[in-house]
């Protein structure tokens, strides 16, 4: 979201729900300066939540040509991580296995709240990390409300029946279901799922199946890929949220998890579409189609186009470049628009 729109609000939230319940270890360090680093921070808390600002800022960082390789590997070790969560991670092997033992973490489940701007973090990617799969582990969530109205700080407690469930989920030696410590891939706590809950992901994965065949060749197909687990991810983290002891993903929980990813994953793909590119031409080019949307029917004239930053910037020719190119895509078309004088000759997008 844009500056000033509240993104820290959720950050401190989750931080004083944590510290409250005597959780404090499971809050990860709010920077990262290695790969390495997350792996050390992991293997002493498997369950982990990274809170990142300026999580453009840091993609940015990562695919300078020029990063060191402490830079790169915090984005693959992120993904490993990530495919690891049922299974068991197993580290780098050194040759000093004294001094740098292997590493091995049993379900790590590593979270990163990142928050930044759409700019920013849509100007770090481009088409190699859609196809990558970096891209398709992440939840997109924008706002587009650029202030919200100012309130009145209003202390609270953090609620008993939050502190107790987190005492439940996290005490050790509890011998009851409730308790998630101690699971490993050998022995794992299975959720089953309601028959219409089932129905449901079965319907969904039908869906992503087409999507994806859809999509084939764009680079857009790998976005779909990861829907089913994250949808059905919500909808675990939703069941457990309300019954420890005998937890079943019910079609409450189900429909919710579908819904929010793929409300999600639309606004991400839409976002990919009008924003990430290959080149510095490609992105003006981008960018300056997006000042045509936003403008609406009306549309930009010349002179109007001096006043958009998007095109205020471009010399002459290059303005023209891009309109050429908008217009051999089938993007923009320079049209006559009637007025109760003359008329007024715009560009507009055509979508």
């Excluded at 509890?174 to 089953?192: F, K, R």
């Amino acid at each position: 979201g844009p500056t000033g729109c509240g993104k820290n609000h959720a950050r401190t939230s989750a931080k004083k729900i944590l510290q409250a319940c005597g959780l404090d270890a499971r809050l990860g360090g709010e920077e990262l300066a290695s790969g390495q680093a997350i792996i050390s921070r992991v293997a002493l808390s498997p369950s982990v939540l990274f809170q990142l600002d300026e999580f453009g800022l840091l993609m940015s960082a990562i695919q300078n040509p020029n990063a060191g390789s402490h830079l790169v590997t915090i984005l693959s070790n992120l993904m490993k991580l990530f495919s690891s969560a049922a299974d068991t991670y197993i580290g780098t092997e050194y040759a000093d296995q004294e001094k740098r033992p292997r590493v091995e973490i049993e379900c790590p489940c590593v979270n990163v709240y990142g928050t930044t701007t759409p700019e920013t973090f849509y100007k770090s990617l481009g088409s190699s990390h859609v196809v990558s799969g970096y891209l398709n582990r992440l939840l997109v969530v924008e706002t587009s409300i650029n202030r919200p109205k100012r309130q009145k700080p209003v202390y609270s407690d953090v609620p008993s029946s939050i502190v107790k469930w987190a005492a439940t989920a996290s005490s050790a030696g509890d011998e009851t279901a409730g308790n998630l410590v101690g699971i490993s891939p050998s022995s794992p706590i299975v959720v089953p799922m309601s028959h219409g809950a089932e129905e449901l992901f079965d319907s969904l994965d039908s869906e992503i199946d087409s999507l994806m065949d859809r999509d084939r060749g764009s680079g857009l197909d790998a976005l779909h890929n990861r829907a089913w687990e994250h949808s059905a991810k919500i909808a675990l983290i939703m069941a457990l949220s309300r019954d420890l002891n005998r937890p079943v993903i019910n079609v409450e929980d189900a429909e919710w998890g579908i819904t929010f990813v793929k409300w999600s994953l639309s606004r991400m793909i839409h976002e990919v579409r009008m924003r990430v590119s290959d080149s510095p031409f490609q992105a003006k080019v981008k960018e300056c189609l997006l000042a045509l949307v936003k403008s609406g029917s009306r549309g930009l004239t010349e002179r109007d186009m001096g006043r958009v930053s998007a095109w205020a910037r471009l010399v002459p020719r290059e303005r023209e470049s891009i309109l050429d190119a908008l217009k051999i895509a089938g993007q923009a078309a320079k049209v006559e628009i009637k007025t109760k004088g003359r008329p007024r000759i715009a560009w507009v997008a055509t979508k």
